[in-house]
């Protein structure tokens, strides 16, 4: 994870373009299809779905989207065992496909182990603001002169609400996100410290922060982040007025809120580095007349994977927003249920 008080990460070297292989030639309005060279049309072309509607075997990968827009079917499983897997966490992709301008992928976590180990690492530290914690404490201990200060500071320092599962898979999102392997993702502020009241739930957007591209270009990015258990594939929660679609929608094209969540992030860009990505970053959204951005839609579920549960979103969000902003819709099926995660990020753990 990026920590705010460290300059921001340099942007990923481009992956080298793959090679495309001969094609026979096809009449206007189609292409060769890249694997068997039937030539296919490209009108209204259906988004590609890469598995079944069905629960995934282990963690065998059904199809990869490749960069042609083709698919590659019984393509190896992309599950990662060195010491630095991307997405800083050892994991399946289960599925993955395009729809208009949203990319849509499925990843499985399948080792409980080494999931509960992410939590009470870096989703823990994430989730505390440990760093700015440490400090706030000792600062507070400095100030303690007499045993009875000391005593009525621990009693102080102890009285935290328990860890709600929303704001414990928000700082997951986070988490994953500032390990993707496709950007660099960097957060120049905890939302966490924006809370005064204990259970504060936050308006806005769940995460805001910037991303710096292959091509070194810095975006705006506004991220969503819904847990769910529910056995409906989609979810409940995809849908409605406070709903993962309606929400990624709003903040795509509402200028109000648009503005608001710029002014929010300037007030938290004081240093040199943070102001440059700013200003990179807004420089791109005043030139594209607001569409320039990222928008991330994280779902973090329970259940086993299924591609039913971003197909049909996806389909929708396609029709609602347009290039050049870009959209990724990315659901973790995750080994340890959302209601037992407060027990591995919790001071005592």
């Given at each position: 994870m990026i920590d705010s008080s460290s300059p921001p990460p340099p942007a990923p070297p481009a992956p080298p373009a793959p090679s495309a292989p001969s094609?026979?030639?096809?009449?206007?309005?189609?292409?060769?299809?890249?694997?068997?060279?039937?030539?296919?049309?490209?009108?209204?072309?259906?988004?590609t779905v890469v598995t079944d509607n069905g629960p995934l075997d282990g963690e065998t990968e059904i199809g990869v989207l490749t960069d042609d827009g083709t698919v590659s079917e019984n393509a190896t499983s992309e599950s990662t065992?060195?010491?630095?897997?991307?997405?800083?966490?050892?994991c399946s992709r289960c599925y993955n496909a395009v729809s208009g301008i949203v990319r849509w992928e499925g990843f499985h976590v399948s080792d409980a182990a080494k999931f509960t180990e992410y939590l009470q690492g870096p989703v823990k530290r994430r989730f505390h603001d440990l760093e700015d914690k440490l400090e706030y404490e000792a600062e507070m201990r400095s100030l303690a002169t007499t045993d009875m200060d000391n005593q009525y500071l621990g009693e102080l320092l102890r009285a935290e609400p328990e860890a709600d599962f929303d704001d414990i898979?928000?700082?997951?999102?986070d988490c994953l996100l500032s390990a993707d392997p496709n950007r660099?993702?960097?957060w120049p502020w905890n939302t966490k410290r924006d809370r005064r009241a204990p259970?504060?739930?936050?308006p806005g957007a769940d995460?805001?922060?910037?991303?710096?591209?292959?091509?070194?270009?810095?975006h705006l990015l506004?991220?969503?982040?819904?847990?769910?258990?529910?056995?409906?594939?989609?979810?409940?929660?995809?849908?409605?007025?406070?709903?993962?679609?309606a929400q990624l929608v709003d903040r795509g094209t509402n200028l109000m809120v648009l503005n608001t969540l710029l002014q929010w992030l300037r007030c938290r860009c004081l240093?040199?580095?943070?102001?440059?990505?700013?200003?990179?970053?807004?420089?791109?959204?005043?030139?594209?007349?607001?569409?320039?951005?990222?928008?991330?839609?994280?779902?973090?579920?329970?259940?086993?994977?299924?591609?039913?549960?971003?197909r049909t979103p996806a389909d929708g969000l396609a029709k609602k927003l347009s290039s050049p902003t870009v959209l990724n819709l990315l659901a973790w099926y995750l080994p340890v249920g959302a209601d037992q995660w407060h027990l591995f990020i919790s001071e005592a753990a």
């Open positions: 094609a026979p030639s096809a009449p206007p309005g189609s292409r060769p299809d890249q694997q068997s060279g039937t030539v296919v049309s490209e009108s209204a072309p259906e988004p065992t060195d010491e630095s897997p991307p997405w800083g966490i050892h898979g928000e700082a997951l999102a660099s993702v960097y259970r504060a739930s936050l995460l805001v922060g910037f991303s710096t591209e292959a091509n070194g270009e810095v506004i991220g969503e982040v819904k847990t769910s258990a529910d056995k409906k594939s989609p979810p409940a929660l995809m849908y409605g007025a406070t709903g993962m679609i240093n040199s580095e943070h102001r440059a990505l700013f200003q990179q970053a807004a420089s791109r959204v005043l030139k594209s007349r607001g569409k320039q951005i990222i928008l991330v839609g994280m779902l973090l579920r329970d259940t086993p994977p299924m591609a039913s549960d971003l």
